[in-house]
Structure formats: C-alpha cells, structure tokens
C-alpha cells in the first residue's frame, strides 16, 4: 500500500525534473492556471514558435477558432472547427475554467466574465482558452513571462509588446515560485530568478537541488545567454 501510495509522488518529481529543465516550460508556467503538464504538453504541441506567424495560426492549429459558412453570400460562424490536437485544446478549456473560476481579480478571467454576461460561460471559456493559446506562444515567441498589466491593454491581434527587464521576469517567477504546489517547482523558479539577477553561483546551488550537475550547470549557462 506505501508503495502504491509513493509512486504518484515518485512520477510527479520525475515529470517536475524532465519539464523544469525546459525553459520556455517554466516560463510558460508563469501564466496563472497553467501547470507544468499544459505547458510542457503546450510545447511539445506547438514545438517551435517560429512556425506561426501570429497568434491566430496558433488558435487555428489547435481547432480553437470559429467554423465559418456562407448563406446567401452572408458569413456565418459557428462552433469551433476541433481542427489538431485535441489533448492540448482540452488542457487550454480546462486551464481556462481555473481561471475563470478562482483567479478572482486577474485581468484574463474579468475579460471572461464581460465576455459571459454578453455571452454566456461556455462561449466564454472557449474564447478565454483561445486566447490563452495565443498568449503563450508569444510568451515562447519574445522569451518573455505573463505580465498581467500587458495582458489588460492587449488588443486582439497579439501580444507583442515592449521588452521585459530581467527584474521583472525575475519577479515573475520569483511569484510563480511563492505559489508552486511542490517544492521542485518552487527552488526551479527562485533559480531563474536568480539567474536573471546575475547571481549565477546561487542559480547553480539551486538547480543542483532539482537536476543532475551537468543540467543544472545547463541551465544557468542558458539564462545567463537570455540576461
């Protein structure tokens, strides 16, 4: 019964290992309601950003945009087309449904509820999961992290914005790290906060705690390229 009890922990710290080893995983991480398994199924998904030219091929891709039709030479749309991976686009509805029910005060989910008092939920949700979608490869794409404010003025056509100080991606994932359900996650977002700080010995300490040395001397090598 121990044994059976210990292997779900025993595969959670080896999924933690294998995703924060992944940069762009953690900083996918960073969007609220996203976990490590939607972001790192988001990536090997989409697996380079540069394959897209803007946030709608990416909501197409993964079926998440409107079905359209003519009648009488008028454009209809209906339900969403269901086009690609529909693992990646149910993990994006559920993503979205913790949004929209516990981030009480996050600018995502008050753009979800204007959008289910015209609405209604459902639609919401899956304009919400669109959107999201869209957020997270320009995430990947500007090797940024989620920034609230940005997302509160952002316009339809994408997420392309001014360049982020390494302070506040290191806060970003200094708050993603106070808000980690396990502790790997947590010392693997201090560590990238360190390291875009410049305080590479204290990121190595870290990551050793989470990785094998050589991985972990990876890593902080990789975020300092990214200061």
């Given at each position: 019964?121990?044994?059976?009890?210990?292997?779900p922990?025993?595969?959670?710290?080896?999924?933690?290992?294998i995703?924060?080893g992944?940069?762009?995983?953690?900083?996918l991480?960073?969007?609220?309601g996203?976990s490590?398994?939607?972001?790192?199924?988001?990536?090997?998904?989409i697996?380079?950003?540069?394959?897209?030219?803007?946030?709608?091929q990416v909501?197409?891709?993964?079926?998440?945009v409107?079905?359209?039709?003519?009648?009488g030479?008028?454009r209809?749309l209906?339900s969403?087309?269901?086009?690609?991976?529909g693992h990646v686009?149910?993990?994006?509805v559920?993503?979205?449904?913790?949004?929209y029910?516990?981030?009480?005060?996050?600018?995502l989910?008050l753009w979800?509820?204007?959008?289910a008092k015209?609405?209604?939920?459902n639609?919401?949700?899956?304009a919400?999961a669109?959107?999201?979608?869209?957020?997270?490869?320009?995430?990947?794409r500007?090797r940024?992290?989620?920034?609230?404010?940005?997302v509160?003025?952002a316009?339809?056509?994408?997420?392309?914005?001014a360049a982020?100080?390494?302070?506040?991606?290191?806060?970003?994932?200094?708050?993603?790290?106070?808000?980690a359900p396990?502790d790997?996650?947590?010392?693997?977002?201090?560590?990238?906060?360190l390291?875009?700080?410049g305080r590479d010995d204290?990121?190595?300490?870290?990551w050793q705690q989470?990785?094998p040395?050589?991985?972990?001397?990876?890593n902080?090598?990789?975020?300092s390229?990214a200061?």
């Open positions: 019964a121990q044994r059976a009890e210990q292997a922990a025993d595969a959670e710290l080896a999924l933690d290992k995703c924060l992944d940069e762009t995983i953690v900083r991480a960073t969007v609220p996203v490590k398994v939607v972001a790192a199924t988001f990536d090997s998904v697996d380079e950003a540069g394959r897209f030219r803007n946030a709608h909501e197409s891709y993964l079926g998440l409107p079905s359209e039709s003519s009648t030479g008028k209809r209906g969403i087309t269901k086009r690609g991976n686009r149910a993990m994006l559920e993503a979205a449904w913790c949004i029910r516990q981030c009480v005060n996050e600018p989910a979800a509820r204007n959008v015209r609405r209604g939920p639609i919401a949700i899956i919400l669109r959107r999201l979608a869209g957020i997270l490869w320009a995430i990947w500007d940024t992290v989620y920034d609230p404010a940005g509160a003025v316009t339809a056509k994408g997420l392309r914005g982020q100080s390494t302070a506040f991606q290191a806060e970003a994932f200094t708050r993603a790290a106070g808000a396990d790997t996650r947590a010392r693997a977002n201090l560590a990238l906060a390291g875009l700080l204290e990121a190595l300490a870290l989470v990785l040395a050589a991985e972990a001397a990876a902080v090598e990789l975020v390229r200061r």
